[in-house]
């Protein structure tokens, strides 16, 4: 199995910062996913950093990089996932929103499955945090959205919004060494939950 970690954005996307501007998700978002990439391969997954560049790569591109391990590979034996990290406002003022999510695109598919594992991890791991669900509209807790990413990529793909960088109780949760532990953790753990149903008998 193939697990590809998609730092959202590039340091010359424009935004995509906290109100004070101390925050910036591109490096924030590199960070947590280099960080996941090492301690999957630490246990001996196949995993690499989608985007390993600084700056910021297209929509496009991450889905042609995503899908040419697609078309080697085959679909079912690659897994995307997408991290960054939410914002209510503009980025001028803190605002209220607060909450951990994980997104999928349209309709019912092997994604629905992976998010279900990862919404799991974070009701285990991120303890005394809220974990924003929407089981109102087909009866599972991820969000869906026609994101491009998640649209047109091949294989199961899903986008994790780390809580609001324009919350100021969630930005301090997401610099501190336990929000970054507690967050890395509940990707790994969610990975590996999706991998262990998937090939149960297999090595991955």
Known sequence: MKILLDPGHGLNTPGKRSPDGQFLE???N???????????????????????????????????????????LG??????????VNAAGNGSQ????????CYTCKG????????????????QILENQVIRTDYARDGDPDWEE?????????CPAVLVEQFFMDNK?????????????NLIDVIVSGLESFC???FPFHEH
């Open 108 to 123: 019912q598919t092997e994604s629905d499955r992976l998010a279900d594992c990862l919404y799991k991890a974070a009701e």
């Open 196 to 198: 262990s149903l998937s």
């Open 75 to 84: 679909k079912s034996n690659v897994i995307l996932l997408s991290i960054h």
């Open 94 to 101: 803190w605002m209220n929103a607060t909450g951990w999510s």
């Open 146 to 154: 026609n994101f491009y990413i998640l649209r047109h990529s091949l």
């Open 30 to 72: 590199r960070e947590i996913a280099k960080r996941i990439v090492a301690k999957l391969q630490n246990k001996g997954y196949d995993a690499e950093l989608l985007v390993p560049e600084e700056e910021d790569i297209s929509l496009n591109e991450r889905v042609r990089r995503t899908n040419e391990h697609c078309q080697t």
């Open 26 to 28: 591109a490096i924030y």
């Open 169 to 181: 109780k969630n930005l301090a949760y997401l610099i501190s060494d336990e929000g970054k532990r």
